[in-house]
């Protein structure tokens, strides 16, 4: 079955700096997603992107996060700043097409990030 | 009121039992809805989709919707240990963004 592949499975980093988070989404999928999850809590939606922008983002999702498809395969998340709270499990996901359509999504395995 | 409640267990079950777990949720909003199941150190696997009220089966696992009272559940016929796994419920409206239950985690003896 195809799958969604993410690196790093675990980046540890320093407060303040900046971490690109990687994602390989599935091949012809169209619709890509961040989620996160700090430990002991709910997974919590990001961001979702189509067609080269940014179609919906939450909350969490402030000027210090920013995503990107720099080629045909990437899907990246950058942070541009990290603080302490930034420190959880960040999911990739995609889908062929949006989720309101009754359409699955593939998450990858997750980048365990921790801010030190 | 949360928006999406659900129990977090654990849960513990002989081999062989039937399994519900279920959310509660206070947005009527929600249209689609879903379990996932998470192993350790993985992400969430898609197990069961729900378009508004009613039941849905796939093989030991069935989910049921009950728009009226905002609950939804999964039941495990016959469960086995593989079953063993955090179990996720989600849903969402007219959008792209999930929102999850903070899992339930499943622990099924042998």
């Known amino acids: 079955e195809p799958e969604v592949t993410q690196t790093p499975s675990h980046q540890v980093t320093q407060m303040g700096q900046e971490v690109i988070l990687r994602c390989v989404p599935i091949?012809?999928?169209?619709?890509f997603y961040w989620y996160r999850q700090i430990l002991g809590q709910k997974v919590e939606f990001l961001v979702s992107?189509?067609?080269?922008?940014?179609?919906?983002k939450s909350e969490i999702f402030d000027d210090q996060f920013s995503v990107e498809r720099p080629d045909g395969s990437n899907f990246t998340l950058k942070i541009r700043s990290t603080k302490l709270e930034d420190s959880a499990m960040y999911f990739c996901?995609?889908?062929?097409?949006?989720?309101?359509?009754?359409?699955?999504?593939?998450f990858g395995s997750g980048t365990q990030l921790s801010v030190l | 009121q949360k928006e999406v409640e659900q129990d977090p267990g654990p849960l513990s079950v002989p081999e062989g039992a039937i399994v519900s777990l279920n959310c509660t949720y206070s947005?009527?909003?929600?249209?689609?809805f879903m379990w996932y199941r998470q192993y350790s150190r993985k992400g969430p696997e898609l197990l069961m989709y729900?378009?508004?009220?009613g039941n849905k089966e796939d093989g030991r696992f069935t989910a049921q919707v009950d728009k009226s009272s905002k609950y939804i559940s999964l039941f495990i016929r016959d469960s086995q240990p593989s079953d063993s796994a955090t179990y996720l419920c989600?849903?969402?409206?007219?959008?792209?963004?999930?929102?999850f239950g903070t899992g339930t985690l499943l622990a099924v003896q042998p």
């Open positions: 996901a995609s889908s062929a097409r949006g989720q309101a359509t009754n359409e699955k999504l593939f």
């Open positions: 091949s012809n999928h169209l619709y």
């Open positions: 992107f189509y067609n080269n922008e940014i179609s919906e």
């Open positions: 947005n009527s909003a929600f249209q689609y």
């Open positions: 729900t378009y508004s009220s």
């Open positions: 989600a849903m969402s409206g007219a959008t792209n963004k999930l929102i």
